[in-house]
């Protein structure tokens, strides 16, 4: 089985500032890697995935996430955050088999701050 | 809008109940998934439908059951309904038989509270 731990449960930062947010996932198998995005009262909507290929992912928006497979982590960044960044931030994994779940961290909340 | 539709938004009912949630996958999309979010056990994977057929079951309840019919929309059905199954109800699509690498699109939610 495949788990996501978030390390930060709350992120604030000021509108131009860089932000990171962390994710460590925990798998004996191959795993696909998902950030998802969540506005208030919206459903989700994916930001990137990490299939294969360069650990280095970009996404809509802005942001990019890299894949460590060493280090078993995949956090996400951007490099100046705008108030319309404010929302809850999912990080998923899957493994890479056909027998699909999808397991989501606990979530980050980013609040950006002018 | 991701396209896919969920009703009804809201849905209040008391303990003891039963509730149908709705969902209408994005055009053309095989795959409908279940989801629930909640305070205290963030957001869970229920069940996943393709073309009609179960496919993969997560963290579901035997009072929950769900189906998926053949123009393709879905129903999570919720019996015997108790406090913490206030929650959250998400529904997403995707295009084919849900390999794991598919895009999952994700409906706007249904709030379900149970009083």
């Known amino acids: 089985a495949q788990s996501v731990t978030q390390l930060d449960s709350q992120v604030p930062v000021f509108e131009e500032a860089p932000v990171e947010l962390r994710c460590n996932y925990s798998?004996?198998?191959?795993?696909?890697l998902f950030w998802y995005v969540q506005y208030p009262n919206q459903g989700l909507q994916l930001l990137l995935k990490?299939?294969?290929?360069?650990?280095l992912v970009k996404g809509i928006n802005g942001f990019e996430a890299e894949f460590n497979k060493s280090q078993t982590s995949f956090h996400l960044r951007k490099p100046s955050v705008h108030i319309s960044d404010t929302a809850e931030y999912f990080c998923a994994v899957s493994s890479t088999s056909n027998d699909y779940k999808l397991s989501f961290g606990a979530g980050t909340t980013v609040t950006v701050r002018a | 809008d991701s396209g896919v539709t969920q009703t009804p938004k809201h849905l209040i009912t008391a303990t003891g109940q039963r509730v149908t949630l709705r969902c209408s996958p994005r055009s053309g999309d095989l795959s409908v998934y279940w989801y629930q979010q909640s305070l205290d056990q963030g957001l869970q994977f229920l069940i996943q439908y393709y073309n009609g057929e179960e496919r993969a079951k997560g963290n579901i309840l035997e009072r929950f059951s769900a189906q998926q019919f053949p123009d393709l929309h879905s129903e999570l059905n919720l019996s015997s309904l108790e406090l913490g199954d206030s929650a959250l109800y998400f529904c997403?699509?995707?295009?084919?038989?849900?390999?794991?690498?598919?895009?999952?699109?994700f409906g706007p939610g249904t709030r379900l509270l149970v009083l």
């Open positions: 990490y299939l294969s290929g360069s650990t």
């Open positions: 798998s004996s198998v191959s795993v696909y």
């Open positions: 997403a699509s995707s295009v084919a038989s849900g390999r794991p690498q598919e895009t999952q699109y």
